[in-house]
């Protein structure tokens, strides 16, 4: 069973940046693909971005393309947020998919992902 355990959320100005982290734990298997989703209230969780466990390569939604970093480093994951919007307001989640591993790509869809953390807030005042 892997868990994953976010921290570094809380509150920024616009313009700002803030660093999330993810430490997973109980992988017996090291061929996961990690991703960061995101969910304001009334809305439906969306990709933030994805990384390969192999290839380190990334996808990034358009909403934060440019702004926000992915990086995977042994057991951690990151997300590096930068120029923060009010709109990125959201509890953002850490997310672990071994569905196929092999794919060139990150899976970018929240069924695709098998374990998840319990999220961490970030709120991003004008």
């Known amino acids: 069973q892997v868990q994953l355990v976010e921290s570094g959320g809380g509150l920024a100005q616009a313009g700002g940046s803030l660093r999330l982290s993810c430490a997973a734990s109980?992988?017996?298997?090291?061929?996961?693909?990690m991703g960061w989703f995101r969910q304001a209230p009334g809305k439906e969780r969306e990709l933030v971005g994805c990384?390969?466990?192999?290839?380190?390569s990334t996808y990034y939604g358009d909403s934060v393309k440019g702004r926000f970093t992915i990086s995977n480093p042994k057991n951690m994951v990151y997300l590096q947020m930068n120029s923060l919007k009010p709109e990125d307001t959201a509890v953002y989640y850490c997310?672990?998919?071994?569905?196929?591993?092999?794919?060139?790509?990150?899976?970018?869809?929240?069924?695709?992902?098998?374990?998840w953390g319990a999220g961490t807030q970030v709120t991003v005042s004008s």
């Open positions: 990384i390969k466990w192999n290839s380190g």
């Open positions: 997310a672990a998919s071994i569905r196929d591993p092999y794919s060139t790509t990150c899976p970018t869809t929240a069924s695709s992902y098998n374990y």
């Open positions: 109980g992988r017996t298997d090291s061929r996961y693909d």
